[in-house]
């Protein structure tokens, strides 16, 4: 039921705009503004992860998201989506480089943002200027750890969704602590039901699930940057089609269209998986700074938040654990522990990158 309604929205909603004229309230042309250009005071090239000479600064990074913000505004973007980490910028090298746990990593930490200071109040107040919905992919500094966060800010500037990874990736588990499963929520607005995700948090059941059991209609993914397959000094995870044939499973799974960003990368799907934009990490940053995609959401349902009879319920859910192979034991490992680094050990200047054990 739910599958055969995105279909229907998918192939008789979709307004293409690659500079939006609708007003920010428009409903049939909710425009979502990709930004894919890159935070300041970041290693450029793509792929680059060479600090020196580079002194972070999170106030010029909320600048250059305060203009991007009103330039979205100005074309008459709905929502403004940043990528993960945007702010002050993704930890480049952070496990190749002996330099980071030591001396990196503490003026990071001192650029993150805390929800509520007086940089957050700077981006809430463009919001509130503006009157768009902001996505945001921040450090996330609270008095005892750093966490990968997302935020979804309305117009008001309310929060209505703040976030932390679940589960960070790879070497970013030696920075950033473990998210909770209560964060995995979708909210309602009056343009439809939006969830956000980070990276590869697209890939996991854990955390896809809860998501696509609450029916979204428009789901945010940011990613930190991401190249064309074509570039051969990409990691396979740094490349295109991996990461976006998992977004194309979430949106037909979940019946949501799928709205990706990530510095040099910007794409679009819809509820049954065609590719409706993207724009690769050839195209220029500075000419093309920001990605309009506007989906008509007249039709969307928001009076259901679950179908207990869907694809993806409690009864499959379920159904996976009742039939999970009887000769493994139900044994939960440790891969699932919820894991915490203390900031005060991360700003000492004598963190040796590898987390204590909990
Ligand atoms: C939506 O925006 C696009 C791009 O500006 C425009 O071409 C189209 O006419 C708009 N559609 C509506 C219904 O306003
Ligand atoms: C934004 O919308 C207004 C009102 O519909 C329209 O006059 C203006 O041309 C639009 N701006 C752009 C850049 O499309
Ligand atoms: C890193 O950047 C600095 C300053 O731009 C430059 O001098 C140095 O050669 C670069 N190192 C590498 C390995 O590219
Ligand atoms: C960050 O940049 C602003 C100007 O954009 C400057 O006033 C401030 O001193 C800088 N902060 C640091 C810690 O260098
Ligand atoms: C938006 O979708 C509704 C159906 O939900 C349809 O009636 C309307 O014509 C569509 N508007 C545009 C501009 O495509």
Redesign the pocket.
Known sequence: MRFLLGMAVSLAGVVVSVRACASHTDASNFTIAMVRTYPPNW?LPLL?S????ITMNISQAVDKAVDLIQEASHENASLVLFPELWFPGYPMGFGDDTNWPTVLLPEYIENCLTVGDGNWARIVDSVVDTGVYVGLGFCDKTTENIFMGQALISPSGDVLIHRHKLRPSGSERDMFSDGTMEMLEVTTTRYGRIGMLECYEHFWPSMTLPMQAQLENIHLAAFPYLVDDSNPQKQWYEGTFVNMAAETHYAVLSGAYVFHTSVGTSWVISPSGEVLTHVGSTVDMDTTPIVYYGVNTTGFDTTATYDVNGEVSWGVVKQIYDGFPSYIPKDPGTFVDFASIPIALEQSGNYNGTPPAS
């Open positions: 290693p680059s060479n600090w020196t000479g």
